[in-house]
């Protein structure tokens, strides 16, 4: 190739790098399962990927942290760090021994996961695993998300089988097994 035609195709302005790649890879992958397999399936698949980050996710931090556990304050600021590393924007909005219960102002996903709640799996699996790992037990409910136009999420991670978490739609996970949905 001439250094010419090389030079003129580098100038162009072309919305393409690996970031969004990368996230436009995952939206029509997801988009592709959740029209060819359905929603629910969709989402098991993207869950079994969630579940396998949570789990690496949760060691870098322990490690770092050198520490082989983490209490449920230091759970709330790693779900919090590891979203704001990814160019999340989530913030704890209460949290007690029962639940801790997030707001979230961008995703990480960008405009990628609009019409692709399947993606938001991710989030529900990488949280669930890790407070359940660290705490025994977490189920999640996604309450609000962008994925499925609200402007921001509401995400609870529950961290006791309470009356409250038990009337909860969401995933329920516990230390050291991989995820279960709750069937209503």
Same mark, same amino acid.
């Given at each position: 190739?001439?250094?010419?035609?090389?030079?003129?195709? &580098?100038?162009?302005?072309?919305?393409?790098? *690996? &970031?969004?790649? =990368?996230?436009?890879?995952?939206?029509?992958?997801?988009?592709?399962?959740?029209?060819? /397999?359905?929603?629910?399936?969709?989402?098991?698949?993207?869950?079994?990927?969630? @579940? *396998?980050?949570?789990? $690496? /996710? #949760?060691? &870098?931090?322990?490690? +770092?942290?050198?520490?082989?556990?983490?209490?449920?304050?230091?759970?709330?600021?790693?779900?919090? #760090?590891?979203?704001?590393? /990814?160019?999340?924007?989530? !913030?704890?909005?209460? $949290?007690?021994?029962?639940?801790?219960?997030?707001?979230?102002?961008?995703?990480?996903?960008?405009?990628?996961?609009? &019409?692709?709640?399947?993606?938001?799996?991710?989030?529900?699996?990488?949280?669930?695993?890790?407070?359940?790992?660290? =705490?025994? !037990?977490?189920?999640?409910?996604?309450?609000?998300?962008?994925?499925?136009?609200?402007?921001?999420?509401?995400?609870?991670? !529950?961290?006791?089988?309470?009356?409250?978490?038990? #009337? +909860?739609?969401?995933?329920?996970?516990?230390?050291?097994? @991989?995820?279960? $949905?709750?069937?209503?």
């Amino acid at each position: 190739m001439n250094n010419s035609l090389k030079n003129s195709i &580098d100038a162009l302005d072309i919305p393409l790098e *690996r &970031d969004i790649f =990368l996230r436009t890879l995952i939206r029509e992958l997801s988009g592709t399962l959740q029209q060819v /397999i359905g929603l629910e399936e969709a989402s098991g698949f993207i869950s079994v990927v969630g @579940e *396998r980050m949570g789990r $690496q /996710i #949760d060691q &870098d931090y322990k490690s +770092a942290l050198e520490v082989s556990h983490l209490s449920s304050e230091q759970v709330a600021a790693v779900l919090v #760090d590891l979203k704001r590393r /990814i160019q999340g924007n989530f !913030y704890v909005i209460e $949290q007690n021994e029962e639940k801790i219960v997030f707001g979230n102002r961008t995703c990480p996903f960008g405009e990628k996961v609009n &019409d692709r709640p399947a993606m938001c799996m991710m989030t529900s699996n990488v949280f669930g695993t890790i407070a359940a790992n660290n =705490l025994g !037990y977490a189920k999640v409910e996604l309450q609000e998300t962008i994925a499925e136009g609200a402007a921001g999420c509401r995400v609870v991670v !529950y961290l006791k089988l309470t009356e409250e978490s038990e #009337d +909860a739609e969401g995933r329920e996970y516990f230390q050291g097994l @991989e995820a279960q $949905q709750k069937i209503k």
